[in-house]
């Protein structure tokens, strides 16, 4: 991926939900996975469809958080390969059918839950992380780590992923508060994170599963710094649709209310940082194929007047 607009698919979880498949909590996406696999798939093209680049495998359900101890003792590794293979599957389909090449994603989500960076315990999600990583390997062309909540659990992330020689992007929530002093969810400020992600020689650190409203500082300040550090780091944002998630938020409890945001409407917040220096954008929890289709068509447009 390089300095021009790359279009990521946005949010599968409730992707799934609104085409009906098996969702409930705490299973979430993994649901499908389970219950109807051919859903999974039909997902993922809708996001290709839509205009999406890069599709992330549906893993972010395969851990204990949300399968269960016993269930991710069990079955996590055979959950997390499958689900690998099916986005592998869609995106070889993709070539053969209308030659366009499509970039699978690993997906490496929070392995001790969302939002939670009080929860998270380095030792505990080594094992976790390992599972996850071998299991879709030999699948996926990059390696997106997802909702980071902590430098902490970013660190943990980073060896884990050690052994790997594919590309490596981490992706950070931030608070839901608007305020200059952007911060992750375990209060570290974000310019804090990126320095970590520079010293790392990782390939790009973006932000997800917060509010659009927050992304533009935190992508400021990380282009500013990466600058200043002389770190040619790639950029991207994919917000969600909730509204604000609180400190000590319980993922499992409840689904969120999204806020129903227009495709136009979340394609302006998608401009605005493109214009300050994000170049892989697309959508998390409520973004739709309508949404990606949205930046789909801006970027074609953008580029034909480029030319």
Not at 234 to 253: D, L
């Amino acid at each position: 991926m390089g300095k021009d607009v790359v279009v990521l698919d946005g949010g599968m979880g409730r992707e799934l939900k609104r085409m009906g498949a098996p969702f409930s909590q705490p299973l979430w996406s993994a649901q499908a996975l389970i219950e109807s696999p051919s859903l999974v798939r039909r997902a993922h093209q809708n996001f290709i469809n839509a205009g999406a680049e890069i599709i992330t495998v549906n893993s972010y359900a395969c851990v204990p958080f949300h399968l269960g101890q016993e269930l991710f003792q069990r079955q996590g590794a055979v959950l997390a390969q499958q689900a690998a293979e099916i986005a592998n599957s869609v995106a070889r389909d993709a070539l053969s059918n209308t030659q366009r090449t499509i970039t699978v994603a690993g997906a490496i989500p929070p392995v001790l839950g969302s939002y939670r960076p009080d929860l998270f315990e380095p030792k505990q999600a080594m094992s976790i992380l390992d599972t996850l990583i071998n299991a879709q390997e030999p699948y996926v062309d990059i390696w997106i780590a997802e909702t980071i909540s902590s430098i902490e659990e970013f660190a943990a992330i980073q060896v884990a992923l050690k052994n790997s020689n594919k590309k490596k992007y981490y992706s950070f929530t931030l608070q839901d508060d608007l305020d200059e002093q952007v911060k992750l969810r375990s209060g570290e400020l974000v310019a804090e994170a990126v320095k970590q992600v520079c010293d790392a020689g990782a390939d790009g650190i973006l932000f997800n599963c917060s509010i659009p409203e927050v992304m533009a500082e935190a992508i400021k300040q990380t282009k500013a710094l990466s600058a200043k550090l002389g770190k040619a780091l790639e950029i991207g944002a994919y917000a969600n649709s909730f509204g604000p998630i609180k400190t000590g938020h319980k993922a499992n409890s409840s689904l969120n209310q999204t806020k129903g945001l227009s495709a136009e409407e979340y394609l302006a917040f998608v401009k605005q940082w493109q214009q300050l220096g994000a170049t892989i954008l697309g959508g998390c929890c409520g973004i739709h194929p309508e949404h990606i289709q949205a930046i789909s068509h801006w970027k074609h447009a953008k580029d034909k007047t480029a030319s």
